[in-house]
């Protein structure tokens, strides 16, 4: 793991979280100074745990940012897949864009030094053509979710400029590791239980994100000074197609993959007469990114490789314990 400068305490939202705990994990094991703020005790047993409340623009957070000197914001209202709030881009924008705000003015005012927030490379958008997403695009956000997260980044951006707390915005795409949920898990099951999956003959390309490199990423920003007032996105450097990418997990797991040949066109028809268009534009769609600006400004590069991170995951699939603090 890339290890830079002295930082004083750290400030973790969504401690408990995927990437959170990760994260968290890590810079305990590197003895940082970590403050994990959660939303509730109850889902937090360290000592050094902070229970916030929910994310909102009523929520006090003084007791917890007094003395620190980074903030890693990854607490959000998640991406979900059937949003039962009777105005979901209200819920979001409550937490997301709100919320975000107002931790960022009362970092500022406690004299916090550095904020790094967790987007999504769906402020991009939602696919990719020939090209990969890169920093320069112009957002295209297609849902509440990808929406907040963009508008998130522009109050961060205002407030930068008008206290002069330092931002540095990171856009990940599709998050796999120990800990998975959503999407990948269910997936990780599909290909564990023989399932026959009709994506043989999908022509893709998916930019990923193991959990490791994303970590990594976020510890070099803490403190490298040419991270301040910079967007990044974020890959493991290799793009994979749908089909490659349950090639490889079979193969890790010990199973025959079930590829059937069937048409795409099909499949998004299919789809889209169930109520599972956007399911479907995961797993046929390209989703790309280009990370040249991180590794070019910040000389980082993922310690990682796809392949480490899939057998991580596998093991971790498994019910081995992984560690995330392994010195890399």
């Given at each position: 793991m890339t290890k830079r400068g002295a930082v004083g305490t750290i400030v973790v939202t969504g401690a408990n979280g995927f990437v959170g705990y990760a994260l968290c994990s890590f810079l305990h094991s590197a003895g940082h100074d970590v403050r994990r703020v959660v939303r509730d005790l109850a889902a937090e047993s360290g000592a050094d745990g902070a229970a916030i409340g929910e994310t909102g623009p009523d929520t006090d957070w003084r007791v917890v940012l007094e003395g620190v000197d980074v903030v890693v914001h990854l607490a959000a209202r998640a991406?979900?897949?059937?949003?039962?709030?009777?105005?979901?881009?209200?819920?979001?924008?409550?937490?997301?864009?709100?919320?975000?705000a107002t931790l960022a003015r009362a970092a500022a005012r406690v004299g916090v030094r550095r904020l790094i927030y967790l987007s999504s490379v769906k402020v991009n958008g939602e696919y990719t053509g020939r090209a990969p997403f890169r920093e320069s695009d112009t957002p295209v956000p297609k849902d509440a979710y990808g929406l907040s997260k963009y508008e998130a980044e522009q109050v961060l951006w205002q407030i930068a400029a008008e206290t002069g707390l330092e931002v540095t915005i990171l856009r990940p795409p599709l998050?796999?590791?120990?800990?998975?949920?959503?999407?990948?898990?269910?997936?990780?099951?599909?290909?564990?239980?023989?399932?026959?999956?009709?994506?043989?003959?999908?022509?893709?390309?998916?930019?990923?994100?193991?959990?490791?490199?994303?970590?990594?990423?976020?510890?070099?920003?803490?403190?490298?000074?040419?991270?301040?007032?910079?967007?990044?996105?974020?890959?493991?450097?290799?793009?994979?197609?749908?089909?490659?990418?349950?090639?490889?997990?079979?193969?890790?797991?010990?199973?025959?993959?079930?590829?059937?040949?069937?048409?795409?066109?099909?499949?998004?028809?299919?789809a889209a007469r169930v109520g599972k268009e956007k399911e479907g534009d995961r797993l046929l769609g390209s989703l790309t990114v280009d990370s040249t600006r991180i590794r070019q400004r910040l000389g980082w590069n993922?310690?990682?490789?796809?392949?480490?991170?899939?057998?991580?995951?596998?093991?971790?699939?498994?019910?081995?314990?992984?560690?995330?603090?392994?010195?890399?």
């Open positions: 991406h979900v897949i059937r949003d039962e709030a009777s105005d979901p881009l209200g819920a979001f924008r409550a937490v997301n864009v709100t919320g975000t998050v796999y590791g120990p800990g998975v949920k959503a999407n990948f898990l269910r997936l990780l099951q599909w290909v564990d239980g023989g399932f026959p999956l009709p994506l043989a003959s999908v022509k893709n390309q998916r930019s990923l994100l193991y959990v490791g490199n994303l970590v990594d990423a976020i510890v070099t920003c803490l403190s490298h000074p040419a991270a301040a007032g910079q967007l990044f996105l974020l890959s493991d450097g290799e793009d994979i197609s749908t089909p490659v990418l349950i090639r490889r997990l079979a193969t890790a797991l010990a199973r025959r993959p079930h590829l059937l040949p069937f048409p795409p066109v099909l499949l998004r028809f299919a993922p310690p990682y490789s796809m392949a480490e991170g899939l057998r991580s995951t596998i093991s971790w699939f498994r019910g081995m314990d992984v560690s995330y603090s392994e010195d890399r």
